[in-house]
């Protein structure tokens, strides 16, 4: 098949939406599935909803990379959005046009730096990984280019200075805590130690708005399994096949003069531009995460692996629920909470996607920190505002120590375990393991007092709450009286 272009699609009548020529005002750090799927999906549905007229420009922020694919098909590639949207299946599929070209730093760095002089450029998008924001002494403003992400993009930023012209709005997507402000901070780093101008430094902080967002969008990627039947289908071979869930979300913190030239409303697009991203952060935690982590070990051990198959259960989703309506919403401040049912709602939908196939088992990783993080806050607010324990919540805890009591083995770092005549790994730090395994002979009271007492896990907060293991070591004995389904019934009941 020959490989897709404008003109295969022109000639195949293609009836979608194409913008193949328009000035160069993105420049992407990042050239993945997610950054595809996500930031070049609203860029391009940006460009046809609200006329912003925009080519992004990709940069490989590492040495291997995808530009020649990317390049050998003139930027285009389909993109399927695919899961569950109001109860119903949903499969769309869309050519994204927006893409003009990928460069690499590494092979071409005259062609990076001129990207600092072109003057209708505005936007700098990145996700280089968690590890991307990091500031790594060893550059030199001489490197060519740096090997660090700040420090590339401190390189560009002082030839668009040196060139005078506007500095950019920098939207940095990385999954890390104030992604825009360590990215900032790391800039500065660079400026002190290559010992760069005041003015420039003067320049970087007040003609450039470095903004913190939060990304919400699950992207399995390339569908390997289905690609030749997909291409077949689609009469054209396309290397670049992305796929992604239908839920997306973005929230970018800065002034809402970003709307002026990001017209993200006009396009009614599920982009916010708000003055503190954090209440945002603090709502996927508690509610998308906090739901997985609160149900999916009581889940496994009831007898489910997959997630979507959880939601299809009324007792499993039912005991979610009422985690989320009656436990997590009530204590959640800083937002509407209309906002945060319609969040919650889209939980059930996005856990019922039909195209992903989301284990159990691999959500349970590191699900000690992962508790503590995203289930104990709400089980303390909650205390604290209602003076009493959230049942769902603390039962979640019950269903977490019968899951790592399971393991009787610590193998290759990971506990060995078994449901029902079935081998499984249970996987968290080391000293979580071994704390688990020095108890695997202790009754309900031994496990849950001395897990709770453990401060290197908790610190002092669950030993210290009222009532607490009492509870837990109530909710064990329901769980081995009765099993863990029924306990769940029960519990949601």
């Not at 009836?15 to 799927?37: I, M, T």
């Not at 952060?281 to 508690?286: I, N, S, T």
Request: with cysteine; aromatic share 10%.
């Amino acid at each position: 098949m020959e490989k897709l272009s404008y003109r295969l699609l022109e000639e195949q009548g293609y009836d979608g939406y194409l913008l193949k020529d328009a000035p160069e005002r993105v420049l992407q750090f990042g050239e993945g599935n997610f950054l595809r799927a996500f930031v070049d999906y609203f860029i391009d549905m940006l460009n046809e909803k609200a006329g912003f007229n925009s080519k992004v420009i990709l940069c490989q922020p590492i040495g291997q990379g995808l530009s020649d694919m990317i390049n050998a098909q003139e930027g285009l590639y389909t993109l399927f959005l695919r899961g569950q949207e109001n109860g119903q299946k949903v499969n769309k599929k869309r050519v994204i046009s927006c893409v003009s070209r990928c460069i690499s730093p590494y092979s071409g760095f005259e062609d990076y730096l001129a990207c600092a002089k072109n003057p209708d450029l505005r936007f700098i998008v990145s996700n280089t990984t968690e590890a991307g924001i990091a500031y790594d002494p060893a550059c030199s403003l001489t490197d060519r280019p740096a090997s660090s992400f700040p420090g590339k993009l401190t390189q560009l930023l002082y030839e668009r200075y040196n060139n005078k012209l506007p500095g950019f709005i920098i939207l940095s997507c990385e999954l890390i805590d104030r992604n825009g402000d360590e990215l900032l901070r790391c800039v500065n780093e660079y400026i002190r130690q290559w010992e760069l101008p005041e003015d420039f430094k003067n320049w970087v902080e007040k003609d450039n708005i470095f903004c913190s967002t939060l990304v919400d969008r699950i992207v399995p990627g390339y569908p390997r399994a289905e690609a030749e039947d997909i291409c077949k289908e689609l009469g054209y071979q396309d290397n670049l096949i992305d796929t992604a869930e239908v839920f997306g979300a973005w929230v970018i913190e800065g002034p809402q003069s970003i709307k002026d030239e990001f017209p993200v409303d006009k396009a009614g697009l599920p982009i916010l531009v708000v003055d503190n991203v954090d209440p945002y952060k603090k709502r996927k935690v508690r509610i998308l995460n906090g739901a997985h982590t609160s149900m999916i070990m009581g889940a496994f051990i009831a007898g489910q692996d997959i997630v979507r198959d959880c939601m299809k259960d009324d007792v499993i989703r039912g005991f979610m629920n009422k985690a989320l309506y009656d436990e997590i919403i009530p204590v959640l401040k800083g937002l509407d909470r209309k906002d945060l049912e319609d969040f919650a709602a889209a939980v059930t939908d996005r856990f019922s996607n039909p195209f992903i196939d989301h284990e159990l088992l691999s959500i349970s990783l590191n699900s000690a920190s992962k508790w503590k993080a995203r289930v104990m806050p709400t089980v303390l607010e909650y205390h604290e505002q209602k003076k009493e324990l959230p049942k769902v919540l603390t039962f979640s805890f019950a269903a977490f120590l019968c899951f790592y009591h399971m393991g009787r083995e610590l193998k290759d770092g990971a506990l060995v375990a078994d449901r029902s005549g079935k081998e499984f790994l249970i996987k968290d730090d080391e000293w979580v393991l071994e704390a688990f395994l020095k108890l695997k002979d202790a009754s309900d009271e031994s496990l849950a007092a001395e897990i709770i007492g453990n401060e290197k896990m908790w610190d002092d907060s669950l030993k210290n709450l009222p009532g607490f293991e009492e509870a837990v070591v109530n909710d064990l004995k329901l769980i081995a009286d009765k099993g863990m389904y029924e306990a769940m019934k029960e519990i949601a009941g």
